[in-house]
């Protein structure tokens, strides 16, 4: 159990030009609230099913009354989970730094069957035999998918078109004209072969769909592949093993909040 009187509160020390240099882990007895508001960076495990913007709201809910600015510095979907960056106050001005950093994420895929969604958002609507897939034939594959590729976004995916996210054009059942996007996969390595299930790990560039990268790599092998599992490690150089569960650190700053009330007389 964490010493109370000790609140770890990751952040970046910004050099002369207002770019973050080096990562740095302040511990102290008390900060108030308000020094959130100058500008703190926060690294966050996203829970299973929670939105983004779920952690955003919860974490800024957690400072009222206080009003302060809090974003998130790339979206992962609500069946992923992992990290999840959280920048509050004036740091959120540079969001579009921290979130241009490359990617890794470590998941599993289902072979033998696709989804509308390339995940498990939506039930398999196509089935395809594995029996002549090997591990030798699954680890050749990732070679075509390490590189600048090109890739469709999934129809059930955020992505906004004439100011509407595809995903509620998707569940209209209306077609979408998708575009190529340009990526960088900069390793694809499988971890794990138990057909049907496969693990890996993907280290990627801003913007690509490992959900696509998945059902892409199922449809190479004239087959069929959907995402299982996914949870984001690392982002630039910040990394899963430092992130605060989302309880925590909201209990954290609402102690912050008591500790900083007068006492009663």
């Not at 511990?27 to 100058?38: D, G, I, L, N, V």
């Not at 979130?99 to 609507?125: C, F, I, N, R």
């Not at 092998?221 to 150089?237: E, I, V």
Request: hydrophobic share 35%.
């Amino acid at each position: 159990m964490k010493n109370p009187d000790s609140h770890k509160i990751p952040t970046f020390a910004p050099n002369t030009r207002g770019y973050p240099v080096k990562r740095i882990i302040l511990k102290k007895t008390y900060t108030r609230p308000e020094e959130f508001a100058e500008g703190q960076l926060l690294l966050v495990n996203k829970p299973y099913k929670w939105t983004s913007f779920d952690v955003v709201g919860k974490i800024r809910n957690s400072f009222k009354p206080l009003k302060l600015k809090v974003g998130h510095a790339g979206t992962l979907d609500p069946l992923a989970t992992g990290l999840l960056i959280i920048c509050t106050g004036k740091m959120t001005k540079q969001i579009d730094t921290f979130q241009a950093e490359e990617k890794e994420y470590t998941g599993t895929m289902v072979l033998g069957a696709t989804t509308p969604s390339y995940d498990m958002e939506t039930e398999p609507d196509n089935k395809f035999d594995i029996s002549q897939l090997t591990e030798e034939l699954l680890r050749n594959n990732c070679k075509q998918f390490t590189g600048d590729i090109q890739q469709y976004p999934p129809v059930h995916s955020a992505i906004k078109i004439d100011g509407e996210r595809l995903y509620e054009k998707a569940r209209r059942g209306e077609d979408v004209e998708l575009r190529l996007r340009n990526v960088t996969i900069s390793e694809f390595e499988l971890t794990r072969v138990e057909l049907p299930e496969v693990d890996f790990r993907v280290v990627c560039s801003k913007g690509t769909y490992i959900r696509s990268l998945v059902h892409d790599f199922g449809a190479a092998l004239n087959n069929g592949a959907y995402l299982s599992r996914l949870k984001r490690t690392r982002s630039g150089n910040f990394n899963i093993t430092d992130a605060w569960e989302v309880m925590e650190l909201v209990n954290m700053i609402k102690g912050l909040k008591i500790a900083q009330e007068p006492a009663a007389e």
